[in-house]
């Protein structure tokens, strides 16, 4: 089989997000499995090459360049995101049109994100489309501020939509996520089926945690946003730090220089130095393995919808205990109790208990790592969820 996997963010030169590891997870997975993966992702720079083999799946890269002086302008910059995102989607349509000629094509797999899959889905001749549900714009503007989604969202969810009801296939990486898009976009029950995220275990060795420690590392990764969760969390730290003043956060994540400066005056404010809270910025995917090895515990409080955790994902599979936000599909995601505490999006006090608890109880450490690395094991490993997604493949090509 060969498939086209059409996301405008594909490591390296996208980042490593959530979204830009299913689709590296994946297609390695499929590569193994014998089938020809081709993706269709997007670079941010000129610089940036055009044409990339990764292991044998070419990626080729449509140039998305981000036009801030647009965005900026007067009452029309609300608009200039859902314009470019429609006419990424006609570059896409190109793109495929040119790599039709070239190749063939069993499926081809788009996001429904951002809508780049609308000007190919609006085509009469077309291949066989799945679409992959992640976290719509129409999801997602309910849990931000005007001030973070200030433009105008209306284009991109209804595009969003027509993505969704225009695919052969659909999938969703939860139950929680299917269930909203399939009422969102009226759609019968179980109209999407449900396949977890891809995860390559290889890369989580499992580190064996001590009881008692000196020092207690409880690890924060995630970009730094109000969304997730970054300002609960340095208050609940400082509810922790008078009982357990060896523990210490160490935050991996870029932001802005203003959010930082914003996030340093609360922790001055709450009685919190930056010995004790560490922001470390953006970091390499070796130096992040390394600190999910050297991590005790993983703490990840968004109030954001998560369709699905990799943060959760892979701090189970490095065998940490963590304490997480009881929203979305992330409930799914750990799987059950005996791997994570789950607290209320926004609770301090409850996040402040959990982070308390699980300092005290050192000795439960290393039987909810156990927990959450089986989980991972069990349900989230390439080669279950490869399984699972060819099965579905197979299913809509007959």
């Known amino acids: 089989m060969h498939l086209l996997l059409v996301n405008r963010w594909y490591p390296p030169y996208t980042g490593y997000g959530g979204v830009a590891a299913y689709n590296y997870y994946l297609a390695h ?11 269709l992702a997007a670079r941010w720079s000129k610089a940036d090459p055009a044409l990339q083999d990764d292991d044998g799946i070419q990626v080729h890269r449509i140039l998305a360049e981000h036009h801030a002086r647009l965005h900026r302008l007067p009452i029309l910059g609300r608009f200039m995101r859902p314009f470019f995102q429609w006419l990424y989607s006609r570059k896409v349509r ?23 899959g609308y000007a190919y889905l609006k085509r009469k001749t077309r291949l066989t489309v799945v679409v992959r549900c992640h976290t719509p714009t129409f999801v997602l503007r309910q849990y931000s501020a005007q001030s973070e989604m200030p433009y105008y969202t209306e284009l991109t969810a209804s595009m969003e ?57 409880i690890l924060h990764v995630g970009r730094l946003d109000r969304v997730k969760g970054i300002e609960v969390l340095i208050e609940s730290a400082a ?10 956060f160490v935050m991996l994540g870029g932001g802005t220089v203003e959010y930082l400066e914003k996030l340093l005056q609360l922790m001055k404010s709450v009685g919190v130095n930056e010995a004790q809270i560490q922001f470390l910025g953006e970091t390499s995917q070796s130096d992040l393995l390394a600190w999910y090895r050297r991590a ?23 065998g940490l205990p963590v304490i997480a936000s009881r929203i979305g599909g992330i409930p799914e995601t750990v799987g059950g109790k005996d791997a994570a505490i789950l ?5 301090v006090e409850e996040l402040a208990i959990a982070l308390r608890t699980l300092c005290q109880n050192t000795k ?23 399984q699972k997604m060819l099965d579905f493949y197979r299913s809509i090509l007959n």
């Open 29 to 39: 997975a499929l590569k193994r499995q014998g089938h020809q993966v081709t993706v």
């Open 94 to 116: 190109d793109e495929i049109i040119n790599l039709e000629k070239q190749e063939r094509f069993d499926l081809v797999e788009f996001a429904e994100v951002n809508a780049e």
């Open 161 to 217: 939509k027509f993505c969704i009801s225009a695919a052969d296939g659909l999938t969703a990486p939860s139950v929680d996520m299917a269930s909203v898009i399939e009422h969102s976009c009226s759609l019968s029950p179980k109209s999407i089926v449900v396949i977890p995220n891809p995860l390559d275990l290889a890369l989580f060795p499992v580190s064996l945690h001590p009881t008692s420690k000196e020092e207690i590392i």
């Open 239 to 248: 509810k922790v730090f008078p009982q357990y003043p060896n523990a210490r």
């Open 296 to 318: 005790d515990l993983a703490v990840v409080p968004t109030l954001n919808y998560e369709s699905f955790s990799y943060t959760v994902a892979q701090a189970m599979a490095s």
């Open 343 to 347: 607290v209320e999006p926004g609770n």
């Open 364 to 386: 439960t450490w290393r039987a909810m790592g156990e927990a959450g690395r089986l989980q991972a094991e069990t349900y989230l490993s390439t080669d279950v969820v490869v």
